[in-house]
């Protein structure tokens, strides 16, 4: 069964530096998002992308963050300047859209230091 | 704004028995999707159940089933003759669509089966 893939797992970054986070998606979707998951509380929703471009962003999701499909078969999140409070298990998904579920990567775990 | 409450953080379970995960969820919509994601210990959130507003037939998944109260805005899980894998979080999440096709999670419920 096709999967959606993340790299790195783990990723130590020094705050401040800028970080990106890699996801491919299940080939034939059409919908790609990122959530996070700070430890220990909820999943939360950042971003949505469809048809190369944002379709849904939440408060959380600032001007430190940004993201792009930039081969038709990445989809990356770039977060600029990372900060403590970014450190959390940042997940990516897709989806066809049409109200169906979403697939979930395995996440990839940010600690800032 | 959309919210979904998950009011137990923890339960247990007995391996072989039966045990219902609640969930409710806060709406003014009428036509909105719920589903029942699982986040073992490997931390993949996978996908268990599904369910939409205009059916009221609750769906069922071999050993998962949902209890929808659409009144209520209630939406249950249960679990029968549970299994050692079955051990993960379980996180409820809504989506409605004119809002977008995102999720919106409730806090989750940590479910162990003991042997």
């Known amino acids: 069964e096709p999967e959606v893939t993340q790299t790195p797992s783990h990723q130590v970054t020094q705050m401040g530096q800028e970080v990106i986070l890699r996801c491919v998606p299940i080939s034939n979707h059409l919908y790609f998002y990122w959530y996070r998951q700070i430890l220990g509380q909820k999943v939360e929703f950042l971003v949505s992308f469809y048809n190369n471009e944002i379709s849904e962003k939440s408060e959380i999701f600032d001007d430190q963050f940004s993201v792009e499909r930039p081969d038709g078969s990445n989809f990356t999140l770039k977060i600029r300047s990372t900060k403590l409070e970014d450190s959390a298990m940042y997940f990516c998904a897709s989806g066809q859209g049409n109200n169906q579920p979403q697939h979930f990567g395995d996440g990839t775990r940010l600690s800032i230091l | 704004a959309q919210t979904v409450t998950q009011s137990q953080p923890e339960m247990s379970v007995q391996e072989a028995e039966t045990v219902t995960l609640s969930c409710t969820y806060d709406?003014?919509?009428?036509?909105?999707?719920l589903f029942w994601y699982k986040q073992p210990p490997s931390r993949q959130m996978i996908l268990v159940i599904r369910q939409e507003a205009y059916k009221q037939q609750n769906a069922t998944e071999n050993r998962f089933s949902v209890n929808f109260q659409k009144a209520a805005k209630s939406f249950s899980l249960k679990i029968s003759d549970s299994q050692l894998g079955d051990t993960a979080m379980y996180f409820c999440?809504?989506?409605?669509?004119?809002?977008?096709?995102?999720?919106?999670f409730g806090p989750g419920t940590r479910l162990s089966v003991l042997p």
């Open positions: 709406t003014s919509e009428n036509n909105y999707y």
């Open positions: 999440a809504f989506m409605n669509p004119p809002y977008g096709q995102n999720f919106v």
